[in-house]
């Protein structure tokens, strides 16, 4: 069935340091990958979002790359900042699935000054 | 703040009562979204509207659950005989419907404790 999974639920980086937070998926259908940060008491806010067809998107101070071979992608945040420190979600979106959109259980970043 | 408001905030209510939850999302937004979120989880897709038309009902959305979304602008969800396994966030978000990106907007949620 559909699932989106994250490898680690918490991740503790320095501040200045680079922070990768990394997804798996199921649904080999899925071709639409978004990034979703969500602080304490507020909704989840919009941080990227990268098609199948391709395997590498980049932001600001933020990099999402996708490998289909493994199911696999990841979020990287250069420099991360005291400001990051919030939980991450991988979500996906598939053409068969509507607009539904699935998401997975969330990795909490941390960021020590 | 992303432009999309929930109404209330919070909700505490004793078990069996109904409960009413509102939500105002970005004005030139067509398609609507409801999600179920419980502490330490994503959020869980309950329903989808696109302007008036409810589109797409998750599994989740037992007989209980209702959205409506009259005038395809606000949308209400109604919990009907609230049980404590309700207790949850309820999310709503917008999306502007283009083909190019699924992003959604999401509101502060509406935090419900059934008691």
């Known amino acids: 069935g559909e699932s989106v999974g994250l490898h680690l639920p918490t991740l503790s980086v320095q501040e200045g340091d680079n922070s990768i937070i990394n997804c798996a998926y199921s649904n080999s259908a899925s071709d639409y990958f978004i990034w979703y940060k969500q602080e304490s008491g507020k909704g989840p806010q919009f941080i990227i979002d990268i098609r199948s067809n391709m395997d590498k998107r980049q932001g600001q101070r933020v990099t999402v790359l996708l490998n289909k071979t493994v199911k696999h992608l990841s979020l990287q945040i250069a420099a991360t900042q005291p400001g990051d420190s919030a939980v991450y979600f991988c979500a996906e979106n598939n053409n068969t699935g509507g607009f539904k959109t699935i998401f997975g259980a969330g990795t909490r970043l941390f960021v020590k000054a | 703040d992303t432009g999309v408001s929930q109404d209330p905030r919070h909700k505490i209510t004793k078990r069996g009562q109904n409960v009413t939850f509102r939500c105002d999302p970005i004005?030139?937004?067509?398609?609507l979204y409801w999600y179920r979120q419980t502490l330490g989880q994503g959020p869980e897709f309950l329903t989808y509207f696109q302007n008036e038309a409810q589109l797409e009902k998750s599994r989740l959305l037992s007989d209980r659950f209702s959205a409506e979304r009259p005038k395809g602008s606000f949308s209400t969800l109604e919990i009907q005989r609230t049980e404590q396994g309700d207790s949850a966030m309820y999310l709503c978000a917008s999306s502007l419907g283009l083909v190019e990106t699924y992003e959604q907007y999401f509101g502060p949620g509406t935090r419900l404790t059934v008691t």
């Open positions: 004005s030139e937004h067509n398609r």
